[in-house]
């Protein structure tokens, strides 16, 4: 009874990815502001949304945040990977019956589940590239990941 109070809880949940929002008890995405042009961009996931997912809320959120502080490009100039490993324990069972004088005892283990929750932070700087400027090294197109990246993400 209890693995398929368990089981039919985990249908439930399975779609419950951390969807594309503001931070919040399930996961999400946020940028604080670090110097004038210079942004922590931080997403987490719950056991629900994949690595890519997280990588893509990240890569959009810079894009957002680039867009929002009137700059053209971003450059990714640190990153961390901030994924969380745990376990969820549930616990064996044991049912006795009896039939006259006879006892009878089942027993049913526990079992451990791992859950994985990815999480990324990237630290990101903010450029203004006027039209026939020279692209630095490494820089991303804000506009670019909005338009690509952007129809991918789950919004909440």
Known sequence: MQRLFIASLLFVLAGCATKYQDMGFTGGVGAQQLTSDTFRIQAKGNGFTSAASVQDYVLLKAAETTKQN??????????????????????????TTFVGNNAST??????????????????????????????PAGAISADEIIKYVGPRVQRG
């Open 106 to 135: 089942t027993y049913t283990p526990g079992s451990t589940q791992t859950i994985i929750k990815p999480g990324q932070d990237a630290y990101i700087r903010v450029l203004n590239v006027k039209a026939g400027q020279t692209l």
């Open 70 to 95: 009137g700059g053209t490009h971003f450059i990714l100039i640190g990153a961390a990977n901030t994924t969380r490993v745990d376990q969820l324990q549930t616990p064996g069972t044991a049912q």
